[in-house]
């Protein structure tokens, strides 16, 4: 086989490697995880969560490309905002509204703990007793596509078990319970997390995990405000 149909043969079988990870579109489907706490509710009042404010900063840095580049050790993604490109490391398109999604994910699993009388989502934060309020500071994702300085010919190391990809998932994300009467500050915290995976020729994991990077985040939540509405129920009955 001549070298040009050679090099081409492995640029064919690269395309097809990263094809196969990117034919499929995302879609954020978030199912609440916590369970009704003992004894609740413990406030009886009604949350309000609205939409979450996005303070991401929305740069998009996507060079897979450069991989091709001789003595490049791979091409990368670097995304502020993951859900504006239409392909990423191992998927395609992602269907994602991060303020309204992760704002009604936070609804759901407190609504679920029965903490509180009622919990919703909704475009009205005055409706409720309290305020959910919500800022997301980072969704930044970072995918690698390792071609080990060999340009177009480096899937061929993939073949014999090297890794394919390296992708990283961040979420950060700022929320504040407050009393929508006094103004009282009953929770104000910040939360971060993060996800590491390596691709492989034979195994193209998800690179879209912000789902259960979120899961994390509400588990936290949860514990969060259950110890601080049971200390103020301590606090409460110790004055009386």
Known sequence: MCKPCFRDLVGLVLMAAIASGCAS????????????????????????????TDERPNVNKNYVALYLIPLMPFGWQDLGA????????????WIFKPSEDFAKATAAEL?????????????????????????????????????YCLSAYGPLLWFVGAPAGHIRNDLQIALALKDNKTGETILETNYEVSLVRWAWLYYMPEDFNYDTLFAEIAKSMVADVEKILRARLLSQQSRK
Request: no cysteine.
């Open 25 to 52: 579109q995302k879609m954020w489907v978030y199912a609440p995880k916590a369970k009704p706490v003992a004894g609740g509710p413990l406030l009886d009042k009604s949350v309000a969560v609205p939409a979450f």
């Open 111 to 147: 609504a679920n703990t029965k903490i509180f009388r009622e919990v919703f989502f909704t475009n009205r934060p005055s409706e409720g007793d309290l305020v959910l309020e919500g800022r997301i500071l980072s969704t930044r994702y970072k995918g690698k596509l390792l071609t």
């Open 82 to 93: 993951p859900e504006g490109v239409q392909l990423h490391v191992t998927s395609g398109l």
